[in-house]
């Protein structure tokens, strides 16, 4: 095979052929890494925040030890989350609780037990 009058290399390939080899690879490699996660429970928002929280309250309430559940935001303070509030820190009941709700992050927050003002 012969190449066109130009820079080769001491084995007769021409430069940029040699490179292409190298950065070719390379590319690939980068391109691999730059490609977003998504989680498996990561689904585009489709309804309203309110309208999923009305949907699955009575599921998350039935949970032993879930005193409460609300719309809240992340700690960015931007973005919505659906809250579920728990009477103690109990890792088997947070097993239970689902990351995510149709697209939005549920968390949760130890606030105790909830009692009505003057009750005893």
């Known amino acids: 095979m012969r190449f066109p009058p130009g820079d080769h ?3 007769g390939i021409p430069r940029f052929a040699q490179l292409a080899w190298f950065a070719l690879p390379l590319a690939l490699l980068l391109l691999s890494a730059c490609q977003s996660h998504v989680s ?7 309804r309203d925040i309110n ?4 949907d699955h309250q009575a599921e998350l309430m039935a949970l032993p030890g ?12 931007k973005t919505e989350c659906i ?15 689902p990351t995510m709700l149709e697209g939005y992050r549920v968390v949760t ?11 005893r």
């Open 66 to 77: 879930v005193v409460g559940v609300c719309v809240s935001l992340l700690e960015d303070q």
């Open 40 to 46: 498996k429970d990561m689904v585009p928002v489709q």
């Open 109 to 119: 927050e130890v606030t105790g037990e909830f009692r009505p003002v003057g009750a």
């Open 83 to 97: 809250k579920v509030l728990l009477a103690r820190k109990d890792r088997a009941v947070e097993k239970r609780i």
């Open 9 to 11: 290399s001491a084995g």
């Open 51 to 54: 309208a999923v929280l009305s």
